[in-house]
């Protein structure tokens, strides 16, 4: 078993946290905004981003299954190793559940979702403005509940690197590696 | 023989001849629009028109139609967007509550198809306007339907910062469906 990812990997899971950082404050932004086109010009760079972290999420699955991330550190406690383990579960499941929601939240809204304006999705559920607000109330539930999961995987990252002092982070960022 | 078998054909082929068709059908009718933003489309309707129309399905050509839309009355399915459209950069229904179209020569352009070139008047700007249509007798009624294209500067619709065409696209799609009954008698 390597004792590093892969470079797809990390590759990875560094688009898809930058994608995060951008669509999660853009989305806290935007929703506020009085209506303007700047308002629907950022709804939809938030819909694209949306689109493409689920599109990147399926491939980071499907390569995370055919590819076993090294092993957590054997001095580690075992409840903190299964407080990883669910922590990452849940990541992944947010990663393609919050996109979904926003998909469903916009047909259900009556508003197609239309990547980068050229590549139209199905509406998998048609125009219902009750279930469009139930939606936006499951679409914002998740992003709190990913706000808190990724505090908790930062954090944890943090402690491993500082505190620890193990390779937790580093496994995840090449140049800490190469330094040590 | 062959006569006889050619009367009742003729009768089949236009059963309401001479009868003239006005009485616009609210709940059967309907005027909406396909608009896109960033490359969206989104669909909307006027819930309120009223339209004095007379049309004989024997000679379609000397129908004559005025319509008259609530621009209030729009539903472009946010509450948010509905208040912004009434405002003034766009339809500023405090000042113009209502569009008029008022139907000028029908030629007909095939069977059952025809096409109209009318006036319309949005804003107090009046451009002339060439729409295509169907007519089709349909239990009891006659539908008038049919689509065309209407450039929404060219009426000063959506103006300002919304005049950027980037976000919401010039060419917006309109749709009509009219249920019209015969004239009672």
Do not use: C
Not at chain 2, 42 to 63: L, W
Not at chain 2, 65 to 86: K, P
Not at chain 2, 129 to 147: M, S
């Amino acid at each position: 078993m390597a004792d590093h990812y892969t470079r797809t990997a990390v590759t990875l899971h560094w688009i898809i946290a930058l994608l995060i950082f951008t669509a999660f404050p853009l989305g806290v932004y935007m929703h506020d905004l009085p209506l303007s086109p700047d308002k629907l010009r950022l709804y939809s760079y938030h819909k694209w981003i949306g689109v493409t972290i689920f599109l990147l999420a399926l491939l980071r699955i499907s390569w995370r299954s055919t590819h076993r991330p090294p092993p957590l550190p054997a001095a580690m406690p075992s409840w903190e190793k299964f407080a990883a383990h669910a922590v990452h579960s849940l990541l992944y499941v947010l990663i393609l559940a919050i996109p979904l929601s926003g998909w469903l939240m916009s047909s259900a809204k009556g508003v197609q979702t239309v990547w980068f304006g050229v590549l139209p999705l199905p509406d998998l559920v048609s125009k219902d403005k009750e279930l469009g607000d139930a939606l936006k109330a499951v679409h914002q539930s998740f992003n709190f509940l990913l706000l808190g999961l990724v505090i908790a995987h930062v954090g944890g990252a943090l402690k491993h690197h500082f505190i620890e002092h193990d390779d937790i982070l580093a496994r995840m960022l090449p140049f800490l590696r190469n330094k040590s | 023989m062959k006569r006889l078998l050619i009367v009742p054909l003729l009768f089949a082929a236009s059963p309401a001849a001479g009868a003239e068709y006005t009485v616009l059908l609210p709940q059967q009718s309907s005027i909406s629009f396909v608009s896109k933003q960033m490359n969206v489309p989104v669909e909307g309707s006027f819930r309120k028109f009223t339209a004095q129309i007379s049309v004989d399905p024997a000679k379609p050509e000397t129908g004559k139609a005025r319509i008259e839309i609530d621009l209030a009355s729009i539903d472009t399915g946010s509450a948010e967007a509905d208040e912004e459209v009434a405002g003034k950069t766009w339809f500023d229904t405090k000042n113009n509550p209502i569009a008029s179209y008022t139907s000028g020569s029908i030629v007909s352009t095939g069977k059952q198809q025809y096409e109209v070139t009318g006036k319309m008047t949005i804003k107090g700007k009046t451009l002339d306007i060439k729409t295509p249509f169907t007519l089709k007798p349909a239990g009891g009624v006659l539908l008038i339907e049919g689509a065309f294209p209407l450039r929404r500067l060219d009426f000063n619709i959506g103006s300002g910062i919304w005049a950027d065409t980037s976000v919401v696209a010039d060419e917006v799609q309109i749709k009509f469906s009219l249920a019209v009954a015969p004239a009672k008698k």
